[in-house]
């Protein structure tokens, strides 16, 4: 399991689409972008570290009310067990009347073979 695997099937379930391209249609009133950000190691003592700390930039386009939908994912999030590392707003983008909006997210992972 991966935190954007996660993150995909949380915002599934918010029925929230996730974008990762150019759209072919019209794009939709509210959306997501997830960016992965750091997968590290900050929690070992010796060379052989068996966790990983996975960070992803959840990135919210609304053209509707985006505080009613951040405070839905973070909810989301944090029942999920995945750690809000900052949330901030970004900008309106007036040639597309989208609010951005930016979650941040991480959650430690055990390493796999």
Do not use: C, W
């Not at 960016?35 to 929690?43: A, E, I, N, S």
């Not at 590392?85 to 989208?98: L, N």
């Amino acid at each position: 399991m991966s935190l954007l695997m996660e993150l995909n099937a949380i915002l599934d379930g918010l029925k929230l689409p996730v974008e990762t391209g150019n759209f072919s249609g019209v794009p939709p009133d509210e959306y997501a972008v997830l960016t992965p950000l750091t997968d590290g190691f900050p929690l070992f003592a010796d060379d052989m570290p068996q966790m990983e700390t996975q960070e992803v930039r959840l990135s919210l386009y609304a053209k509707g009310n985006y505080r009613r939908r951040t405070r839905q994912i973070t909810s989301a999030l944090l029942a999920a067990g995945i750690t809000v590392t900052e949330r901030r707003y970004i900008e309106y983008e007036a040639d597309t009347g989208y609010h951005a909006y930016a979650v941040d997210a991480a959650k430690i992972y055990r390493l796999e073979d």
